[in-house]
C-alpha cells in the first residue's frame, strides 16, 4: 500500500536503529530509508509536509520551520507528554495528529488529504509559525542574568 501510495511522491524516512532493518524492506526510487538524519535542517528545508513523533525538541523545530506537520506521538513515552505536546500544536490548528494505534489505518489517507489541500498546508504553516520562540536563547540568557544580578 505504502509503495502504490507514494507514486510521484519521495519519501525520506528517518528510523531510528530499532526499526530500520524492518523499515529498509520499504526502499525504493522514491522511498530513502536512514537510521539517522545528521542535517535535520537540509530535511527540513526539502520537506514540503513533516510525519512526526511529537517530543519538545521536535515540536520546538517544526515551530521554527513553518512546516505543515502530521504528528503521530509515541504511545511509549511517561506520562504519555507526545501526546500533550502534540495537542497544543492541534488545538491551535497547527498540526494534524493521528494516534499511533490509528496510524496504519488513518495516516496515509490523512496525508493524502493534506497533500491535495494546499490552503490546509499554508494554514498548518501559519499557525505553527505562530507558536514559535524566536529568539528563545536570548530569553534565557536574560533571565539567567537577572538571576544572577539578585544574589
Not at 514540503?48 to 506537520?69: M, N, W
Not at 502534540?86 to 493524502?112: E, G, T, Y
Request: net charge positive; aromatic share 6%.
Amino acid at each position: 500500500m505504502l509503495k502504490t501510495f507514494l507514486r510521484g511522491i519521495q519519501l525520506l524516512w528517518q528510523t531510528g536503529t530499532s526499526f530500520y532493518n524492518q523499515a529498509a524492506n520499504y526502499e525504493s526510487e522514491n522511498i530513502r530509508v536512514m537510521k539517522f538524519i545528521s542535517r535535520m535542517d537540509l530535511a527540513y528545508s526539502l520537506a514540503d509536509i513533516v510525519i512526526s513523533r511529537a517530543g519538545a525538541s521536535t515540536i520546538s523545530e517544526l515551530c521554527l520551520v513553518a512546516k505543515p506537520s502530521i504528528l503521530v506521538p509515541s504511545p511509549n513515552v511517561s506520562e504519555d507528554h507526545q501526546t500533550k505536546n502534540a495537542m497544543a500544536l492541534k488545538n491551535n490548528d497547527a498540526a494534524l495528529l493521528v494516534r499511533d494505534k490509528d496510524s496504519i489505518n488513518s495516516l496515509i489517507p490523512l496525508l493524502q488529504d493534506l497533500i491535495d489541500n494546499k490552503e490546509k498546508r499554508e494554514q498548518l504553516s501559519k499557525n505553527i509559525y505562530k507558536l514559535a520562540k524566536l529568539n528563545s536563547a536570548q530569553i534565557i540568557a536574560d533571565e539567567l542574568i537577572k538571576l544572577t544580578n539578585k544574589k
